[in-house]
């Protein structure tokens, strides 16, 4: 390790250019080298691959003959390295040798000193260039792999075999217990994906914290398998809204409503942390952001709001090819992301769309537009949202109270300052709430009526509820003065009269 080769300083000074996941690993593996004994190759053991070698026991010294070894490896390749303690010493030395004169030498080679030399007939091929760009495995490595790889690679070529050492912890029960066969507790990756899917497994693994020990057990597989669903039907609900899209809908950025540019900028965030997580190995935390994307922006806000738009509209309305547009560019970012991890759910949805000649797994992710991330829309929308949660609240309050059924039912009186209704200028609050109708009262002797908290806006003046005033829609189920207007389409209001009428119109044509 010191000597004349100082493969000990070298070794350090390799490890100066390389990224370590997580940083704090740099220490464990740095101290062990420096603290690191001269290395011996050789182990005494019953099994292991064999230092094929002969020793003259007059002279002490090794057998160096190219034709001894040559039917040494001959041996090995036929019948494996067993062949080194089943057959006769003669069968290598071959003929005019006396087996009597050597030692033959049945110590194994050091597994670690092994597996660390993958590295010189792994990597350098086409395809897999030299150093490789990451090793992973578990924390016990840097004693073992990490550290056999590093010093054999520093002693042979003068660099470090990796570019970045990804180290993760060791999996326990959901109690924090060893696994083992004497408590029962040892849950067989093949048991999960028999029950569960490997996508499931997988999910598990992008959802934990991998830089410290991890947990797993039926209660916590059972939650993921919940988590699971959410993203698979978040994909489903997109591949609904995308039937029959062609390219001909897509409208360009700026004729997009303000919703769905907010949409693409939520998108352009979660874009930037793939791309840092690439870049980094840094995974904890991604798949739960695109998880509480999935869940909170999209089923639990964007979809909702939307779906009057995508069913009711026409197809060539604006405002219907804005969401498709959205929809379209939301498929393939998630599709594409999910993909290392739900990888046959994200072929399933990738290739519902595109055929099964284009695998989701040859695609690259997609380039986030610089005009997509707009911080002074998502400051607006936050405030949006603050308010419309608000609305909700009292909106759930009257359909508990037994004053309304659906949302549809309801038309909500919403009072704003004037500096308020300033900045909420062409919100829609009936589409954002899924009311019929809200009438806002503008209040001149107030500065705020919403006052912006942790948890999203506290309220003043509580929006006032109260039972829609006209007839419902059959179509679109909204509760109009307008529906039965136009007396050739009874039971409908004005939108989805001149939808119908424009649908027949198509047909006749």
Known sequence: MDGDSALRE????????VTFVPAQARNRLTSMVRTRPDWCISRQRAWGVPIAVFVEKRTGEVLRDAEVMNRVVEAFRSEGADAWYSAPPERFLG????????????DIVDVWFESGSTHSFVLGRPGLSFPADLYLEGSDQHRGWFQSSLLESVGTRGVAPFRALVTNGF????????????????????????????DVLRLWVMNSDTNDD?????????????????????????????DGFTEAETLPYEQLPELERWVLHRLSELGGLVARAVETHEWVGVYPALHGFCTTDLSAFYFDIRKDTLYCDGPATPTRRAVRTVLDILHRCLSTWLAPVLVFTAEEAWCARFGRENSVHEQAFMDMPVEWNDPALEE???RVRAVRRVITTEIEGARRSGQIGSSLQAQVELTLSEEEAALFAGVDWAELAIVSYVDVVIDPTSSSVYVDADEGGTLHGAPV????????????????????????????CLRCASVVADSKGLERA
């Not at 070298?10 to 250019?17: I, Q, S, V």
């Not at 060893?178 to 029950?195: F, I, T, Y």
């Open 214 to 242: 991890l947990r797993i057990g039926k209660e916590i597989l059972k939650q993921q398998g919940e988590l699971y669903r959410r993203l698979r039907n978040t994909l489903r609900w997109l591949l609904g809204g995308l």
């Open 380 to 382: 607006r929308w936050t």
């Open 10 to 17: 070298k070794a350090l000074e390799a490890l100066e250019d």
């Open 171 to 198: 999996v326990l029960d959901e109690h924090g217990r060893k696994m083992s066969k004497s408590l029962g507790n040892v849950v067989a990756p093949q048991d999960v994906n028999d029950s569960l899917g490997a």
């Open 95 to 106: 003929e005019g040798r006396n087996p009597d004169d050597y030692e033959q030498v049945f």
């Open 465 to 492: 509820v109260s039972v829609a005033a006209g007839e419902k829609c059959v179509r679109c189920w909204k509760v109009l003065p307008e529906t039965g207007a136009d007396p050739e389409h009874p039971g409908l």
